[in-house]
């Protein structure tokens, strides 16, 4: 068992046991933060889920209506005119041949990958270096287009992804420890919408189950999960 550092012990001492609203678990959150960077704040739905079902997966992308404080480089394979476009967009490295080679040699220089659909066939031999890494372009998740451009300005602007792992657990990006406790709630209520619009018709029984938060280096919050377009503490669904 890992040994807790006095600093984490301390910030433990200072949650409820009980779950609290949005607003006031990123209040916590901020204040229990001690690291001397700029930490990521992240949350965890834990959802009543069997993702091994097929009708049971959850997997997308959702828009942070703050950002996500995050610098995002993006490749976009792509030819011609949607490459001359994706370069006008803004994208850090464009081309298919040259980056597949980069990333063959194990040169995987960037956050977030575009292609559009005449380039898959090639792309689609990178699955097994892109997919564990969750870097592989996918129609599902707006990254396979010929509007290369839009999926750029998203996935720089703060479009962030969310995929429930084998327990039924999404961990999904808030916002950075320099936000302001009513920004990073606001983004964790677009994320919640968002969850609670993509919940799997099979799933059965109760559906969101649990909700954390917490920064990089700082212990996890509850979150109070009735409390739904509750961002800053207003009002309760």
Not at 19 to 32: D, H, Y
Not at 38 to 66: C, H, K, M, W, Y
Not at 166 to 172: A, S
């Amino acid at each position: 068992m890992t040994k807790k550092s006095k600093k984490y012990a301390e910030a433990e001492k200072q949650i409820p046991a009980e779950a609290i609203a949005p607003i006031e678990a990123m209040n916590l959150v901020k204040e229990i933060s001690t690291a001397n960077f700029d930490e990521t704040v992240t949350a965890d739905f834990r959802l009543g889920i069997d993702t091994r079902q097929a009708d049971q997966q959850l997997r997308g992308t959702v828009s942070l209506p703050n950002g996500s404080g995050k610098s995002v480089r993006v490749a976009v394979f792509a030819e011609g005119e949607a490459a001359k476009a994706a370069e006008e967009a803004g994208a850090d490295l464009v081309g298919t041949d040259d980056i597949i080679e980069q990333i063959n040699a194990g040169n995987i220089d960037f956050d977030a990958a575009v292609a559009t659909p005449d380039q898959m066939g090639k792309v689609g031999r990178l699955g097994k270096i892109l997919g564990p890494r969750n870097l592989m372009p996918n129609p599902k998740l707006g990254t396979v287009t010929n509007d290369v451009a839009k999926a750029i300005a998203d996935l720089k602007g703060g479009r962030v992804e969310y995929r429930a792992d084998r327990y039924g657990i999404c961990h999904v990006i808030l916002g950075k420890k320099s936000f302001t406790p009513e920004a990073l709630a606001e983004n964790y209520g677009a994320v919640y919408d968002e969850i609670l619009r993509m919940k799997p018709a099979a799933a059965k029984g109760k559906y969101v189950k649990s909700i954390t938060v917490s920064s990089t280096m700082s212990p996890g919050i509850q979150v109070d999960s009735t409390v739904q377009r509750n961002y800053v503490g207003a009002a309760e669904e």
